[in-house]
């Protein structure tokens, strides 16, 4: 049998980096604005109705864990890397997010907004509904994700990479798409402006065009 490989990410991080600090420290540190939570690892956390704003996190792997209403807004990653873990009712909006990892994780509707990418792998993560809406990013690669209506309004997408998503119904207004491969993906009911300039220089599959010409009202006949 063989497997496939995984994601490339971007993490630097020794993924195998045991517990250093438990888990009332770790909320002590989010909630008083203490010292930035580093070169540590936490399996099967549960954190509800925390506000970790302002929070900074460098070489940090988070496996297993629930996050319940955390608002991480305007915090920064380094080097973080999330494995299985869950994300209800969060918010990243304003976040830095540098040289960070998702895999089989769980965010459906949580925001990016506003923030900065430099260097993100999703892989195998139900992101359905996230908000990535005037993200600046540089550098981000995703594979096997559902981000099936996601909102990219105003966003700066620049050496993005994705293969193999649902990007159903997502919208790309004013977000160019020059230069993004979308032809393992599913695109179908993708939202542009009226005079779709977004999809100007974007690589589809010649089946897909069949979709796109949807958007401007034309149908083709079957014989």
């Not at 909320?27 to 010292?35: D, I, K, R, S, Y």
């Not at 299985?84 to 994780?105: K, P, Y």
């Not at 359905?128 to 005037?134: G, I, K, L, T, V």
């Not at 979308?182 to 999809?199: K, N, Q, T, Y």
Request: with cysteine; aromatic share 8%.
């Amino acid at each position: 049998m063989i497997t496939a490989k995984r994601l490339r990410g971007y993490a630097q991080v020794n993924e195998n980096i045991g517990c250093h600090m438990s888990e009332d420290e770790l909320v002590t540190a989010l909630t008083t604005g203490g010292p930035a939570i580093a070169m540590t690892g936490f399996h099967g956390l549960e954190l509800t109705g925390l506000d970790a704003q302002d929070a900074t996190f460098n070489q940090v792997v988070f496996r297993d864990c629930i996050f319940d209403g955390v608002d991480f807004s305007r915090s920064g990653f380094t080097d973080v890397v999330f494995e299985g873990c869950r994300f209800l009712s969060c918010s990243m909006e304003a976040c830095w997010l540098n040289r960070m990892d998702f895999r089989s994780c769980s965010a459906p509707g949580i925001s990016f907004a506003k923030g900065r990418f430099t260097g993100v792998a999703m892989e195998d993560t139900q992101i359905r509904y996230a908000n990535f809406s005037e993200v600046n990013i540089k550098g981000l690669r995703v594979r096997s994700c559902s981000l099936a209506e996601s909102a990219w309004r105003a966003t700066r997408l620049s050496g993005a990479a994705f293969d193999g998503c649902d990007l159903s119904r997502a919208e790309f207004a004013r977000t160019s798409l020059a230069g993004i491969d979308f032809s393992s993906c599913d695109i179908a009911g993708i939202i542009v402006s009226s005079d779709f300039r977004e999809l100007r220089g974007c690589i589809i599959a010649p089946e897909q065009a069949t979709e796109l010409i949807g958007l401007l009202g034309v149908r083709i006949r079957e014989d």
